[in-house]
């Protein structure tokens, strides 16, 4: 099992959020993440972890420090783990025009084939298995895992959740990119981490994913109506008519007036921890 060095700590709410640095062997490079530790670790309970995924250009910290989870979250006593949101460092490679919706900041929570890219970009296995796995073995924390995440990330969650039936207790998103396959951000991801045959998009669209899941693990999704990029990169019309087609539970709430900011995300974060605590059997 590889090491973790720590890199910060910060007390947040009688618990702690803290920063770690480790070598992935499934990315091929050195990545960081945030955790956040409530209070109850420290009387030497385990708790369950809600991963968090997060959007186009975040690291771990975006979420940490916008989102204001960590008050409620050490109420439930849920920990939090963010990961970043590609892989990183010398060698990696970027957008050939650094553009910031494709490469580092946009690793699209897939598996690369094509190259140059399939060396490092292979964010679903380091999110659902070499992650946990690390986190697993150096906190105090049980399996029980569920997901969440924005954008690019609420997309991610969406994904890890259906093509992994069991592994989550529950799921939700906040402005997902809903049908990747058919939007910009996703054709130029999959385009490139997968190359142009569409059929192998399929495994990586929820809407596709929700035609054959297993598990009929209900999503609950928080969308703004204000968001800027509601109409051309998210549509989560085409989630509600893939939900609708296959009878999948869905909660979509559109919340008037809001964007697609971390200012729409704290509005909302309280509805989603209690959503998973529920599912992990926290009190609250
Ligand atoms: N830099 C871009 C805006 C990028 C952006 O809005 N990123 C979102 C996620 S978008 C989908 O995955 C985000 O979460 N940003 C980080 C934050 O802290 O807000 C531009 O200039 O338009």
């Known amino acids: 099992m590889a090491a973790i060095e720590q890199i910060a700590a910060n007390r947040s709410f009688g618990g702690w959020h803290r920063r770690y640095r480790h070598t ?4 091929g490079c050195d990545m960081q993440f945030a955790v956040y530790l409530p209070p109850q670790v420290e009387q030497g309970e385990r708790l369950p972890v809600l991963y968090w995924l997060s959007g186009l250009t975040c690291t771990d910290e975006n979420f940490m420090q916008k989102a204001g989870a960590q008050r409620l979250a050490a109420e439930l006593g849920l920990v939090i783990v ?5 892989p990183r460092g010398a060698g990696v490679p970027d957008d050939p025009d650094g553009a ?3 490469g580092l900041g946009a690793g699209f929570y897939v598996n690369a084939t094509q190259q140059p890219w399939a060396a490092h970009y292979r964010m679903y296995d ?7 796995a690390l986190v697993e073995a150096n906190f105090p924390v049980t399996a029980q895992r569920s997901i969440s995440g924005h954008s690019m990330g609420g997309h991610g969650a969406l994904v890890c959740a259906l093509k992994n039936p069991g592994r989550y207790q529950s799921v939700s998103a906040f402005a997902p990119i809903s049908n990747p396959s058919n939007c910009p951000w996703g054709q130029k991801a999959l385009g490139n981490y997968l190359g142009p045959e569409r059929d192998s998009w399929k495994a990586w669209d929820t809407c596709e994913l929700l035609a054959q899941a297993s598990e009929r693990l209900p999503l609950l999704v928080d969308q703004g109506e204000d968001d800027s990029f509601l109409a051309e990169q998210l549509q989560p019309e085409a989630l509600q008519a ?3 087609r296959v009878g999948h ?3 979509l709430r559109r919340q008037p007036g809001y964007d697609h900011s971390y200012y729409f995300i704290a509005s909302f ?6 959503h998973h605590a529920r599912a992990l059997g926290r009190p609250g």
């Open 126 to 132: 380091y999110v659902v298995s070499e992650l946990p």
């Open 249 to 251: 539970p869905l909660t």
């Open 242 to 244: 893939a939900a609708e």
């Open 269 to 274: 974060i309280d509805d989603h921890l209690r």
């Open 100 to 102: 910031w919706d494709f």
């Open 82 to 86: 963010a990961p970043d949101t590609s």
């Open 24 to 27: 992935s062997a499934v990315l």
